[in-house]
């Protein structure tokens, strides 16, 4: 079965206040001076917001914010984000792989950014709705 | 220069605890833009049984990000942050973060190895409340990419 795909537009400003809630204030995630010398494209996403809007549609799609009892991810491609206002737009999709005999729904997701895929075997295991 | 594999099995002592605050849930869940109330409204919170506002699943990673650094910063380990992009992460909980725990993280080298002139290391950080209950283990495997 194949759930909804989550929409989520990032901007500069989403990476600025990721950083402040974080703690991680390494400069890739802000300056293009810093990013671009170390051999990025630009300044890119951390991978940990990536997973935390990929959390967000996971729980979105459980229907419950405390549903996850299992989360991982690969990052294999960066998210850059271009210092404009549109920002980029990472896509958060999935299909439900099976439901376990302890109520635990099992989901395979897939996360893109500009058409490619920015994670590998992500895979979260949550309750199932009550 | 390549990870000493040695390290691998090495247990690190528990961190300082961490105070997990209810405003420092709802700054991080407004940061990613989880807008559901259990994690900013308590009475919401506890509807779902929990006693103050729940964190999002990757909540986790201040605390445990910041415990790492005991194994980043080990010089006898050998890993130049400047090199260190992030790999893999995983979360398996035994029950959600909430607001007022105290938690307290172990952190174990589970894997080092080298690749193609990188280094990679899996560590996993077993996160409790400072009473010893489980809360949340945590992998993550960071890769430190070989000179060119």
């Known amino acids: 079965m194949e759930l909804p795909t989550q929409t989520y537009r990032v901007t500069r400003a989403d990476l600025v206040r990721y950083a402040g809630a974080s ?32 959390g967000r549609a996971v729980t979105t799609w459980a229907g419950a914010p405390d549903a996850v009892v299992d989360f991982n991810v690969r990052f294999t491609r960066p998210v850059v984000v271009p210092d404009t206002d549109e920002g980029t737009e990472v896509e958060v999709a999935a299909v439900v792989k099976e439901v376990t005999e302890d109520g635990l729904t099992r989901l395979d997701i897939t996360a893109t950014c500009l058409g490619e895929k920015v994670l590998s075997q992500a ?3 949550v309750r199932t709705p009550r | 220069m390549s990870l000493d594999p040695s390290f691998v099995g090495r247990t690190y002592p528990p961190t300082a605890p961490y105070q997990v605050g209810r405003e420092k849930i709802r700054e991080f869940a407004a940061a990613i833009g989880a807008t559901d109330p259990a994690h900013h409204d308590p009475a919401a919170a ?31 380990l050998g890993v130049d942050y400047s090199r260190v992009v992030h790999g893999d992460q995983r979360f398996a909980y035994t029950r959600p973060v909430v607001a007022g ?15 193609g002139g990188h280094g ?21 495997k960071i890769v430190v990419r070989g000179e060119a």
Do not use: Y
């Open chain 2, 46 to 76: 506890r509807a779902l049984g929990h006693p103050d506002v729940v964190a999002p699943p990757t909540f986790p990673v201040i605390v445990t990000m910041a415990a790492s650094q005991q194994i980043v910063d080990d010089p006898a």
């Open chain 2, 120 to 140: 990679f290391l899996t560590t996993r950080t077993d996160v409790s409340t400072v009473a010893g209950e489980p809360v949340v283990a945590v992998w993550s």
């Open chain 1, 23 to 54: 703690g991680d204030f390494n400069p890739i995630h802000w300056s293009d001076r810093t990013a671009t010398k170390v051999g990025l494209p630009g300044v890119i996403a951390h991978g940990m917001f990536t997973m935390a809007l990929v």
């Open chain 2, 101 to 115: 725990d105290e938690l307290v993280c172990v952190n174990t080298i589970e894997e080092v190895t080298t690749r």
């Open chain 1, 123 to 125: 895979r979260a295991l």
